[in-house]
């Protein structure tokens, strides 16, 4: 089974979801925080096995407006289903920067007021699973994420015509070291 792997804002209130007897009884603290949409969309990258985080890590991160320590949630395209949430493969927004990823944004579709409730369900359905933030929650440092960039430097995988300003600075100074 898939993964959909997402960037999360603050990692810290997810884990209050643990307790929760009732989702829709949390504050409204973290639908607002974590599940800014777009058109009604959720934006993702799908990966097929845990192995393989790092891709989706590089993508989120080559889109991103800086490099920094980021945190992750891992979801399992089963609990989408499993709360009767759609997802599809989509367009990023932008051509990424890392062209062998570009096909692997999906985003979860048709989001509604009362869709986040099931968003907030299968959150907390993983956070459960993983209270300890070991293996569906997991947070890269800064340091790591430049690791994967210059990885994928060696490897010829990034496209630097198409990443941001601030991505260009980054991969200069990964050249240079």
Known sequence: MPFLVRKLMKID???AL???????KVYADIPTTEFRTKNGTLSTWIID???????A????AVTSSEISKMDFIVIDTQLLSDNA??????????DIAIPDLQDTHYDILN????KLVDCMKVYQSIVRTDPDGEKYIIRYAAGEIKDLLKGALVDHRIDETKASK????ELSKLKAS
């Open 166 to 169: 601030k991505l260009k600075e």
């Open 57 to 60: 890590v590089l993508a989120i």
């Open 13 to 15: 209130e997810i884990f």
């Open 18 to 24: 643990s307790d929760a007897a009732e989702v829709s």
């Open 49 to 55: 096995s845990l192995d393989d985080l790092g891709n």
């Open 85 to 94: 949430l759609e997802f599809q493969q989509t367009y990023a927004g932008q």
């Open 111 to 114: 989001i509604t007021v009362e």
